[in-house]
Each structure stands twice: as C-alpha cells, then as structure tokens.
C-alpha cells in the first residue's frame, strides 16, 4: 500500500536503521510463512520505539509489534500496516540487592536464551525453565510463556511499556494480570522492557536443570523444520497435544504443512507450506476435536494480517 509522502519522510527521519517496504513476513517468522508487511521497522532504542509509535498514531497506520516471531504467523496476503520489530534493543543488566537477591533488566528484543543463561553464569534460579524457548523478552512476557509448570508471571518484577496515548510507563508485578499465555494489557501498547527478581542458587543445579529441559525438548520437539511452538493452549486437564494424537491426526499433511510426527501440538512447515496450509489443517484439527471428544480446542499462536 502506498502511504502519504509526508508520513514517509517524517517515519524515515525517525530512526537510525533502515525502514523496509513490502517486507516479506516469511523470512521473519520461525514457521517460515507470511506475506509482506507494508512496512518493516526496526528501531534501536526506546527512545526511537516511543518516537515510532507516536508517528504511527498521529498518521493512524495501523501496526503491531513483535519480538523473534516464534509465536506468530502471517497470512499470505501480508500486512497492512507497519510492524515494529523491537529485536534490536538488546541491553541487559544484572543488579544484586539484598541477601540471595538478584534482578535481570533486559530490554524487549533480549532473547530469553540469553537471560537464562546470563541467569546461569550468575548464579540466579528462577529462568530454567526458559531454557529452549526461542523468544523475546518482549513476546515473552505479552505471551505469558511458560513451560514444565512455570511461567514468566512467577519471576516477573516489573515490566516497561509504551502505553496507548503513547506515553512511557511501568507496571511492577502487583499492578500486572497475569493469565495463560497472556499478559493483559490495552491494545497498542508495547513492552520495553522488563526485569525478572531471581534468587541465588546453586551453580551445578541451575547447570543441570536447564541441560534437562533443553535435552527434554530435543527429544520431544521437532527440530529441523519450521514451527511456532505450541498450535493450540493447552485444555484444562489435558494436554492438546494428547487429544491431537489420540483422534488420530498426528502427520496429517495439507500441501507443505504437516502435524508434527514427533508432538501432536506442532505444526511443521515441511518446506513450501502456505499460511493457508496451515489455516486449514488448524480448521481440521480443531473440527476433528470438537467432533470427537466435544473439545473446543483455542488457538495459542498469533494469526495476523490479510488471507
Ligand atoms: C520450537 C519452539 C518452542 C516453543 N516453546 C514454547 C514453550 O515452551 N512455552 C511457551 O510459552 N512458548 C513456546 N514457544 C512460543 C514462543 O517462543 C513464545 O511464546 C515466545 O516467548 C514468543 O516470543 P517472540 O519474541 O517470538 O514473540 P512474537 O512471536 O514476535 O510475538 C508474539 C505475540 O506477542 C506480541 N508482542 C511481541 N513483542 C511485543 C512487545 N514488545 N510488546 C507487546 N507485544 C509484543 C506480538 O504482537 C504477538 O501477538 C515456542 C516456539 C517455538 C518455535
């Protein structure tokens, strides 16, 4: 889509990098599909993030912001608007205060592979189970990610935000509703920032629990193929991928895109799968489910943009 030369040229002064245009979404998001972003914007700061948004507001263009997209996926169409990668922020600092007290602040584009184990050469318990888990602070936290009965709620102290009049703000943890796999927060607003409250551990045991974790999900995930983790939130008292596997529809393939062989709540781009692909045999599954076992199966990963 073509914007006004005006916005351009003020939206292009705002940033250090690069403003990308007709940015295919399928380089970016793990799953490997996605058509183009009408714009692509990638700023290195807060400071240019709070700029970025303001512009965005005043031109109302629409926009949606994003970490490592391991969670979402883009329709083929693309998107219509401007999607603000926050990857490029990338400080992080630790701050030990008190007896057995130590606080991570990273900013939204901090990968949590990164904190767990800066985490771990520190000494700090708390972010194991992050071990593996291919995301942002920033996606991370808006996704209230969590794994082997954890979830970033429980190490959360505070969190940064770009409110929706565009204004900075901070929210400690007692301000913050926490519910599975998402945090609440008013539509248009964009983490900065966060710090999790880690206590002192020992070194050997953080060591070995996160080499558990990471050789539990080797053997359980998919690897060498496209994907955006869990397809589906997890019912109650069951896990979905459980009920994927027992109505019978793990490797079931449409065009490129298949139920993972290895975990029925994966989806894998087998290689030229369509975003369509992928909207159909999430149709079927969830169909099949309902069918089946009277099970309402809901969506965990994000599906923007136009078919
Ligand atoms: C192999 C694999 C394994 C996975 N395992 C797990 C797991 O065990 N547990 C788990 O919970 N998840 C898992 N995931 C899913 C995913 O990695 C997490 O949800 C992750 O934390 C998302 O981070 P991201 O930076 O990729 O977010 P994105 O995919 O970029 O975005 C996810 C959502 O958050 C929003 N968002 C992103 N950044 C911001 C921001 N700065 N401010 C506001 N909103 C924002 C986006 O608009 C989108 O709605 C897995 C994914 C893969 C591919």
């Not at 939206?11 to 183009?36: C, F, Q």
């Not at 920032?193 to 060591?207: M, P, T, Y």
């Amino acid at each position: 889509m073509a914007y006004d030369g005006e916005f351009m040229k003020e939206i292009d002064g705002l940033i250090s990098g690069k403003i990308r245009r007709n940015e295919s979404m399928a380089r970016h998001t793990s799953m490997g599909v996605g058509g183009p972003a009408d714009l692509f914007i990638e700023p290195e700061s807060v400071d240019e993030v709070r700029k970025v948004i303001n512009c965005l507001f005043e031109y109302a263009i629409p926009f949606i912001p994003v970490g490592n997209c391991t969670n979402l996926i883009v329709r083929d169409g693309g998107y219509r608007g401007a999607v603000v990668s926050l990857r490029r922020l990338e400080a992080m600092t630790v701050e030990r205060k008190g007896e057995g007290n130590g606080f991570i602040y990273g900013e939204a584009g901090v990968s949590l592979s990164r904190i767990v184990e800066r985490a771990t050469r520190e000494s700090l318990t708390g972010m194991e189970f992050c071990a593996g888990i291919p995301g942002s602070i920033g996606g991370a936290v808006r996704m209230n990610a969590g794994a082997y009965g954890s979830e970033l709620k429980d190490v959360i102290s505070e969190v940064g935000f770009i409110d929706e009049n565009g204004m900075m703000n901070t929210k400690h943890r007692a301000d913050l509703t926490f519910e599975y796999r998402n945090l609440v927060m008013k539509e248009g607003s964009i983490i900065v920032s966060a710090v999790f409250h880690l206590k002192k551990g020992r070194d050997e045991e953080i060591r070995r629990r996160v080499g558990e974790i990471i050789s539990m999900r080797k053997s359980k995930h998919p690897m060498g193929y496209g994907n955006a983790g869990s397809v589906f939130k997890n019912p109650k008292d069951i896990p979905a991928g459980r009920i994927i596997d027992e109505v019978g529809l793990k490797g079931m393939r449409i065009g490129g895109a298949q139920v993972s062989e290895q975990h029925g709540n994966f989806i894998v781009n087998l290689g030229d799968a369509t975003c369509m692909d992928i909207l159909h045999l999430i149709e079927v599954i969830t169909a099949r489910v309902e069918k089946e076992t009277g099970i309402v199966l809901e969506p965990e990963i994000k599906i923007i943009g136009d078919l």
